[in-house]
């Protein structure tokens, strides 16, 4: 919202300056914004950038024109120089239409504050529904309704979708031989009569799953599952723009970036989310930590998210590549950070990892995995565990199911966080994480 | 519209310049260091600071260079600045012009106790 409100401030300026600086000036606002929290210092932030855009729009305007009035002076003077606002009367006048339009800006953007919390269209309540609907594409069989006749399942769908079921399986379970075994079952029970007379699509769902779990199948991960048929789910380019909206609403879960006292930065995000959507605010927010002493990430409130951006994130705090281990993807060589970042300056600075009962799957895996390279203290609870995650295939209009794909190499010990979690270094209650660990900071850095 | 010269540089400009001695730095990093040096005095809009930069540019004082902070090929859509060495230059003598004033007020006793 403040953006877009500075986005139309900007159109004041020139469209030669827009399409110079339009961008820049643009994140210039989103790092001030983000930093600069608060009553007072938003209120600061606002009115130097209405007496900025008052004291430098007559100048920007006087120069579009001054070349067409100075083509026959043109030649007589080719030095370098500065041109500003006569002093005396502008500042005048600039203090006066600053002043002004300040006032009048910070009416309406109090007025907006209170607007944006009480609409229902643009409010915290349209924010919840706008994740609840990226949340529905994980969990739409359970909350959409089904349309289709559930109870007239045919031989030839039968047939089809347990053909697709054992190809999967033989493709992309985590272990082959059991992959292999399963889906042979598969087609030996189908071939043999086994699902005749099953035409309750559900009653099919269950049976098949609890026979690929009894052939030593991943007991939680493998399933097979009535999906809604097609056309009623949200198509992936909606999905995809859904959580693009709910990313923008919400900072990409960012919800504080700042340097504490003691030079300390401290970065509270609440996921790890795409970075094919936050990479430049994730950037921008390791950016402006960057010249801190010491970081606490704060993932006390964090449910996971992306590995890739985990991995972007921990690149800044390696000065060369670290193997980064992902119990959700083969090993491959994209598994090691993109380290060093150049110009960072956090590769050898301490680092803090708040966590509480509630911080589970991505956020387990950035905790685990520095607290495994010894490259972060983990301050809080243990964490929830929870470490793997199967891909779902769909089969067809009504069928899909999911399947534990992959297996990566851990360097660090037989086995990861999964049901266990991620046990802290430092153990206080998550509540007293943050003061914990930053007492923790504050002596390591007096130390040196 | 009066001009202004090189000579001597505006506020504004020559924080901008201060700032890129120790380092290249993108917009808000300028800001940020010019607050610094300033104790907060100067915090510079992305008004005053562009139309400074640009004219720092046709100056040819800084340049402009490669987005850094790249990461895994995504271009990062930052702008740094760097000092060219005309606009090294130019800082040090506008210092010691600053420096030369200085002494003069530091003389006429315009400066009691213990100021720089």
Known sequence: ?448 | MPKQKLSPLPAAAFQILLALVDDDLHGYGIMRNVAEQTGGRMRLGPGTLYTSVRTLLEAKLIEEIEARGNVKGHEERRRYYRLTPTGRKLVRSEAERLADLLRVARAKNVLRGEYV
């Open chain 1, 1 to 448: 919202m403040s953006e877009k409100l500075y986005s139309l401030l900007l159109r004041l300026f020139p469209s030669e300056f827009r399409q110079r600086f339009g961008e820049e000036s643009i994140q210039l606002f989103r790092d001030r914004f983000r930093e600069e929290r608060g009553f007072w210092l938003r209120l600061r932030l606002w009115a130097d950038l209405i007496c900025d855009i008052a004291v430098t729009l007559p100048y920007e305007h006087v120069r579009v024109q001054a070349p067409v009035a100075e083509t026959s002076l043109a030649g007589t003077t080719r030095s370098p120089s500065f041109r500003s606002t006569p002093r005396g009367p502008t500042l005048f006048v600039a203090l006066f239409v600053g002043g002004a339009v300040s006032l009048a800006m910070v009416c309406i953007v109090l007025m907006s504050i209170r607007y944006v919390d009480r609409h229902p269209a643009i409010g915290p309540a349209a924010l919840q529904r706008a994740l609840n609907s990226v949340g529905s594409s994980v969990n739409e069989q359970s909350q959409v309704p089904p349309v289709f006749d559930a109870s007239k399942l045919d031989a030839e769908e039968r047939e089809r979708v347990i053909d697709a079921a054992a190809l999967n399986m033989r493709e992309h379970y985590v272990d082959r031989s059991v992959g292999q075994r399963v889906a042979d079952s598969l087609l030996a029970q189908e071939r043999n009569g086994g699902y005749d007379g099953i035409t309750d699509a559900m009653a099919f769902a269950d049976l098949v799953t609890h026979q690929m779990q009894n052939m030593n199948a991943d007991a939680t991960l493998t399933y097979f599952q009535q999906i809604l048929p097609q056309g009623t789910g949200t198509p992936a380019a909606e999905r995809l723009a859904a959580y693009t909206r709910a990313m923008e609403q919400s900072d990409c879960t960012f919800e504080t970036v700042q340097i504490l006292q003691h030079n300390v930065g401290y970065f509270k995000l609440n996921s790890f989310p795409d970075p094919s959507v936050c990479r430049a605010r994730a950037v921008s927010a390791m950016i402006a930590l960057n010249h801190a002493d010491a970081v606490i990430f704060d993932l006390r409130d964090n449910r996971g998210g992306f590995p890739a951006m985990t991995a972007l994130i921990a690149s800044y705090l390696f000065d060369h590549p670290e193997y980064w281990y992902n119990p959700r993807e083969n090993t491959t060589e994209h598994s090691w950070t993109d380290s060093p970042v150049r110009g960072n300056r956090l590769a050898d600075k301490p680092v803090y990892i708040l966590t509480s009962r509630t911080t589970i799957s991505g956020a387990e895996q950035f905790a685990y995995d520095l607290k495994m390279l010894k490259r972060a203290v983990i301050v809080g609870e243990r964490t929830a565990g929870a470490a793997h995650a199967g891909a779902f295939f769909r089969i067809d209009d009504h069928f899909g199911m999911g399947i534990t794909e992959v297996q990566a190499i851990n360097p660090f010990s037989k086995s990861n966080w999964d049901d266990v979690g991620v046990e802290p270094d430092v153990k206080v209650d998550a509540a007293d994480a943050l003061n914990t660990a930053e007492r923790l900071a504050e002596a390591k850095l007096a130390k040196k």
